[in-house]
């Protein structure tokens, strides 16, 4: 389902046009306002796009604003994840970083806890042994493992998550810890791009950064 097939949508005909390139999405301003700090100020403002009701937006690819409209207008998202060992990979954690740099761009809160969810359900099925496939308790599919390039763009989206006060929970924490902390061995194991991939991070988080020295410091205590 998408935004244009939602109740909200379907209530009354769209007053408003969102310009993106060449694309025109018709919108209701009284679904946009309330949630878009962006979109109420530029309605609200004596400008000519205002007074025409045509809002351009030129820093957003169409099919990232379908993802953001989507999730303003209640519809079902889909994750931008890939599926899998290439869940973290770098065309995934790209989709990741240009939606929730919309949001940022129009000033919406609480997309990125939506998000961050399906960070955490594929953290969650990590194994911590990258050399074997850890069935899961009912007997089907396999826990997922990751490249060790892939580390560093977790570290960067979850430092990103957290920053939009956002954080995963404690066992998926875990679990990426002890992964990442099984291959530690040499400059370019996943335990070493990890901690290099954190101490690079140009604006950390205190709250993320702290969930990681915890989530250490339990693992050594386990041992």
């Not at 953290?123 to 074997?132: I, R």
């Not at 308790?137 to 957290?162: C, M, P, W």
């Not at 604006?203 to 250490?216: K, Q, V």
């Given at each position: 389902m998408s935004f244009k097939e939602t109740p909200f949508?379907?209530?009354?005909?769209?007053?408003?046009t969102i310009l993106i390139g060449g694309d025109e999405i018709p919108a209701h301003e009284y679904v946009l306002t309330p949630q878009s700090e962006f979109?109420?100020?530029a309605l609200r403002s004596e400008t000519k796009e205002a007074l025409q009701r045509r809002i351009k937006l030129p820093e957003i690819r169409p099919e990232v604003m379908t993802e953001v409209l989507n999730w303003l207008y209640r519809a079902p998202l889909v994750s931008p994840l890939d599926t899998g060992d290439t869940a973290f990979c770098d065309k995934s954690m790209a989709k990741m970083k240009e939606?929730?740099?919309?949001?940022?761009?129009l000033q919406i809160k609480g997309a990125a806890r939506d998000y961050c969810k399906f960070v955490e359900e594929n953290l969650q099925k990590l194994g911590t042994d990258p050399t074997v496939r850890h069935p899961h308790e009912d007997g089907y599919?396999?826990?997922?493992t990751f490249?060790?390039?892939?580390?560093g763009n977790i570290v960067s989206t979850l430092n990103d998550l957290y920053s939009?006060?956002?954080r995963i929970s404690k066992d998926a924490m875990t679990r990426l810890v002890a992964t990442v902390s099984y291959d530690n061995k040499g400059p370019d194991a996943r335990l070493s791009r990890f901690m290099?991939?954190?101490?690079?991070?140009?604006?950390?988080?205190?709250?993320?950064?702290?969930?990681i020295s915890l989530a250490f410091a339990a693992l050594r205590m386990a041992k």
């Amino acid at each position: 389902m998408s935004f244009k097939e939602t109740p909200f949508y379907k209530f009354s005909s769209p007053d408003i046009t969102i310009l993106i390139g060449g694309d025109e999405i018709p919108a209701h301003e009284y679904v946009l306002t309330p949630q878009s700090e962006f979109f109420n100020a530029a309605l609200r403002s004596e400008t000519k796009e205002a007074l025409q009701r045509r809002i351009k937006l030129p820093e957003i690819r169409p099919e990232v604003m379908t993802e953001v409209l989507n999730w303003l207008y209640r519809a079902p998202l889909v994750s931008p994840l890939d599926t899998g060992d290439t869940a973290f990979c770098d065309k995934s954690m790209a989709k990741m970083k240009e939606i929730l740099k919309a949001h940022d761009i129009l000033q919406i809160k609480g997309a990125a806890r939506d998000y961050c969810k399906f960070v955490e359900e594929n953290l969650q099925k990590l194994g911590t042994d990258p050399t074997v496939r850890h069935p899961h308790e009912d007997g089907y599919g396999t826990y997922n493992t990751f490249h060790r390039n892939y580390t560093g763009n977790i570290v960067s989206t979850l430092n990103d998550l957290y920053s939009c006060d956002c954080r995963i929970s404690k066992d998926a924490m875990t679990r990426l810890v002890a992964t990442v902390s099984y291959d530690n061995k040499g400059p370019d194991a996943r335990l070493s791009r990890f901690m290099s991939a954190v101490e690079k991070l140009e604006t950390p988080n205190g709250t993320y950064f702290r969930d990681i020295s915890l989530a250490f410091a339990a693992l050594r205590m386990a041992k």
